[in-house]
């Protein structure tokens, strides 16, 4: 079974538009991580938000946490045709455990 | 190496065969990961390892589902009796776990298992 759920599972926008996915999860988190996923190969770390953290950034990135909810978003600002991709949330009590995910595509 | 490497990139095989799939990670890291992600879906955990043992392994879906990692390093995925629905990308990951440590995950490419 998988922790985490990811909201929506599909997202289409144009370049330059940000896209803002989300993800909500059942149980306690040392910490939560996204992860991209192109062309359904290996995934790629973007950035990792610990549980006594609220908000984190990295470049055009940001993410939230909200542990009393149990959920997470991403959000990608300035969107581009390369970040077209599978977007993943991982919980992770050290064993990490991932969501369905969203796919985004930006259109050109 | 410098990454995590997983052998091989493909597999075909024929139902009831077995299989083997391996898994190099990045040197050093305890940890490491077997995950099976089937079209449209999220990886899904299988097994987890730290160090040689196998700290969770509750996402085996049954018992032809095998894996050892037997120096700490190198880690290989066992299935016997192959059955069409274990056609799917297994991928493998690792990473350092210090104790307090929060700490990403280094994937492989995966092998794209397919049986027929």
């Known amino acids: 079974s998988q922790q985490g759920e990811e909201d929506p599972q599909a997202l289409s926008i144009q370049e330059g538009e940000n896209a803002t996915m989300n993800c909500s999860y059942k149980?306690?988190?040392?910490?939560l991580q996204w992860y991209r996923q192109n062309s359904g190969r290996g995934l790629v770390h973007l950035i990792l938000?610990?549980?006594?953290?609220r908000e984190k950034h990295s470049g055009r990135l940001r993410v939230t946490l909200d542990t009393s909810k149990k959920s997470s978003s991403l959000l990608i600002t300035a969107s581009r045709a390369a970040d077209t991709a599978s977007y993943f949330c991982?919980?992770?009590?050290?064993?990490?455990?991932f969501g369905a995910g969203t796919t985004v595509t930006v259109r050109a | 190496g410098a990454g995590v490497s997983q052998t091989p990139s493909n597999k075909v095989t024929e139902k009831g065969k077995y299989v083997e799939l391996r898994c190099d990670p990045i040197?050093?890291?305890?940890?490491l990961y077997w995950y099976r992600q089937s079209l449209g879906q999220g990886p899904e955990f299988l097994i987890y390892?730290?160090?040689?043992?196998?700290?969770?392994d509750s996402g085996l879906p049954n018992d032809r589902f095998f894996a050892v990692r037997p120096e700490g390093s190198v880690s290989t995925l066992k299935i016997q009796r192959t059955e069409r629905g274990d056609s799917a990308v297994y991928l493998c990951?690792?990473?350092?776990?210090?104790?307090?440590?929060?700490?990403?995950?280094?994937f492989g490419q995966g092998t794209r298992l397919t049986v027929v």
């Open positions: 149980t306690s988190i040392n910490n």
């Open positions: 990951a690792s990473r350092s776990l210090v104790p307090g440590g929060d700490t990403e995950a280094f």
């Open positions: 938000i610990r549980s006594n953290e």
């Open positions: 040197s050093g890291h305890t940890a």
């Open positions: 991982a919980t992770d009590d050290y064993k990490l455990s």
């Open positions: 390892f730290q160090g040689t043992g196998a700290a969770d």
